[in-house]
Structures are given as structure tokens and as C-alpha cells.
């Protein structure tokens, strides 16, 4: 079986709100440290596995404040563009949080 990416989309995962890349044969993905490689890696492996590229849980994919603090009410997603033996597929993962609104103090929870 051969398997090739050929493009990702990634909307709101870790640091980085919206970006599509094209992959072919071989993509070298480089850049200064904090620009987002491990981010593209990790996003792959999560979509994929559930996991993040060192095989860890994957906490920390929501996007973050300027104090650190993971954003809710936001849709994560990733898309992965593949040609599988000449077939083109394309997987898409998302995460929804489930939040309701108390009616009698009209704020939002989180349910899941």
C-alpha cells in the first residue's frame, strides 16, 4: 500500500487558527523554535492516533490567551488530504465542546 499527504488544514489547533499546507513526495517542514512544526506534527498524529506525536495524551490542542489560558467556545479541526494507491481520501477530525446555559444564572457550563 502507498500512501501519500498532500495537504492538511488545520482551524484552531494550538497556536494556529487557520492554515492549509500542500505536501508532496517529500516536504521538509522547518523554521525557528515557537513557528509551528511540532503544532503541524502533532495535529497529523491527533487526527490519526488520538495522540500526540511523542505518543502522549492529547491535551493542550486548544488554542491558548496571551496568558496561557486554553480558549473554549471554539471548534478545532484538522484535515488530511491523502493519496492512497492512487485514490485520493480526505479524513477530518473535530472537537466541539458541549457547553449549556444555566437557566437561572444565564451562565454557560461545560458539559463534555
Not at 40 to 47: H, V
Not at 66 to 84: C, P, Q, Y
Request: charged share 30%; net charge neutral; proline share 1%.
Amino acid at each position: 500500500m502507498n500512501i501519500t499527504f498532500t495537504k492538511i488544514e488545520l482551524h484552531n489547533f494550538c497556536g494556529i487558527s487557520d492554515a492549509e499546507y500542500d505536501l508532496f513526495d517529500r516536504t521538509i517542514i522547518k523554521g525557528v523554535n515557537q513557528s509551528g512544526k511540532t503544532t503541524i506534527k502533532n495535529s497529523i498524529f491527533w487526527l490519526l492516533f488520538n495522540k500526540l506525536a511523542d505518543g502522549s495524551a492529547a491535551d493542550g490542542i486548544r488554542p491558548h490567551d496571551k496568558d496561557g489560558v486554553d480558549e473554549d467556545l471554539i471548534e478545532i479541526s484538522v484535515a488530511l488530504t491523502m493519496d492512497i494507491d492512487g485514490k485520493v481520501v480526505k479524513a477530518t477530525k473535530t472537537q466541539k465542546q458541549n457547553w449549556i446555559k444555566d437557566k437561572t444564572t444565564q451562565e454557560q457550563k461545560f458539559k463534555g
